[in-house]
């Protein structure tokens, strides 16, 4: 048999193999499709849409206030987790979480009065559901290190309760909601 007439089976399995392994690299690389599974970043963000997120650009610079991330929870972020979903110590959290990046290295941040203060300036935030109704802080963001809050501050479990996220955490930005398609948005901010 030549080459010209090999076995289609052998092809498609071929075809098949080299299919698996780019969607593979793509997704463990480069680019991913997540969902939205909790109100936490209400209104920015609905319980069900879809997005795509990037891993690339976080590997030539760092995050930026406003931006809004994929990460690994650090494990503090266990007191969140309802009882019924009680998991020990050791065990690793397994979903990661989306927020929206407030605090940068070294920066100072606090929470009064419903407003967040960044070095003892006013943030202003025209993305949040609900002012907080909590106190937080004064606290210095750790180097490499970030600190994330959700946009419906009242229904979120992020740094205010947990701490910051360690830049090794993050897995990458939010960079288009791509369904549902009436709220098609690829700025996400």
Same mark, same amino acid.
């Given at each position: 048999m030549?080459?010209?007439?090999?076995?289609?089976?052998?092809?498609?399995? *071929?075809?098949?193999?080299?299919?698996?392994?780019l969607?593979?690299?793509?997704?463990?690389f480069?680019?991913?499709?997540r969902y939205i599974?909790s109100?936490s970043?209400?209104?920015?963000l609905e %319980?069900?849409?879809?997005? %795509?997120?990037e891993? +690339?650009?976080?590997? !030539?610079?760092?995050?930026?206030?406003g931006?809004?991330? +994929?990460f690994?929870?650090?494990?503090?972020? *266990?007191? &969140?987790?309802?009882?019924?979903?009680?998991i020990?110590?050791?065990?690793?959290? *397994?979903?990661?979480?989306?927020?929206r990046?407030?605090?940068?290295p070294?920066?100072?941040?606090?929470?009064?009065?419903? +407003?967040? !203060?960044?070095? /003892?300036?006013?943030?202003?935030? /025209?993305?949040? /559901?609900?002012?907080p109704?909590?106190? !937080?802080g004064?606290?210095?963001?750790p180097?490499?290190?970030?600190?994330v809050?959700?946009? /419906?501050r009242?229904?979120? &479990?992020?740094?205010?309760?947990w701490?910051?996220?360690?830049?090794?955490?993050?897995i990458g930005?939010?960079? +288009?909601?791509f369904?549902p398609l009436?709220?098609?948005?690829?700025?996400?901010?």
């Amino acid at each position: 048999m030549n080459k010209e007439q090999q076995n289609p089976w052998i092809e498609g399995g *071929k075809t098949l193999a080299l299919s698996l392994v780019l969607a593979l690299g793509i997704r463990s690389f480069i680019a991913e499709a997540r969902y939205i599974p909790s109100e936490s970043m209400l209104p920015t963000l609905e %319980i069900n849409d879809r997005l %795509i997120i990037e891993k +690339v650009s976080y590997h !030539f610079k760092t995050p930026k206030r406003g931006e809004i991330i +994929v990460f690994t929870p650090p494990n503090t972020a *266990k007191q &969140c987790t309802p009882q019924r979903f009680a998991i020990d110590d050791n065990t690793p959290i *397994k979903d990661a979480y989306i927020k929206r990046v407030i605090g940068l290295p070294g920066e100072e941040i606090r929470i009064e009065n419903g +407003v967040v !203060f960044v070095n /003892n300036q006013a943030l202003s935030e /025209n993305y949040i /559901n609900n002012e907080p109704d909590y106190n !937080f802080g004064p606290v210095v963001v750790p180097e490499s290190e970030y600190l994330v809050l959700g946009d /419906n501050r009242m229904a979120s &479990c992020d740094s205010h309760i947990w701490g910051s996220v360690p830049q090794e955490n993050i897995i990458g930005r939010a960079v +288009v909601r791509f369904w549902p398609l009436n709220r098609l948005d690829a700025t996400l901010k």
